[in-house]
Nanobody
Framework: VQLVESGGGLVQAGGSLRLSCAAS????????LGWFRQYPGEEREEIAS????????YYADSVKGRFTISSDNAKNMVYLQMNNMKAEDTAVYYC??????????????WGEGTLVTVSS
């Protein structure tokens, strides 16, 4: 059972970045998948999630209108397209999964994270 993130890096404010998450070892269609981020010393912030069975989505107010989550059930992949990025988006981003519908309140699985840095 594994979630592996990729796509993090350095981007200028106003720019875009796309994160990818490869899922393996579980039945993708039974899960909601999403992304949370965490700042040093703070609780995780659920930012976007998608229910695999019906495609319903959730976005935190802080990213609504700027970030888009999508999934490819055939490839067991979930993506986070981040546009118009801000300095406050700088964080470690984690892919997550739970046997529930979006939003994910209690993730059962998560990856090791990928660092996103937005320079102002």
């Amino acid at each position: 059972v594994q979630l592996v993130e990729s796509g993090g890096g350095l981007v200028q404010a106003g720019g875009s970045l796309r994160l990818s998450c490869a899922a393996s070892g579980f039945t993708f269609d039974d899960y909601a998948l999403g992304w949370f981020r965490q700042y040093p010393g703070e609780e995780r912030e659920e930012i976007a999630s998608i229910s695999s069975h019906d495609g319903s989505t959730y976005y935190a107010d802080s990213v609504k209108g700027r970030f888009t989550i999508s999934s490819d059930n055939a490839k067991n992949m979930v993506y986070l397209q981040m546009n118009n990025m801000k300095a406050e988006d700088t964080a470690v981003y984690y892919c997550e999964a739970a046997r529930a519908s979006a939003p994910i309140v209690d993730p059962e699985l998560w990856g090791e994270g990928t660092l996103v840095t937005v320079s102002s």
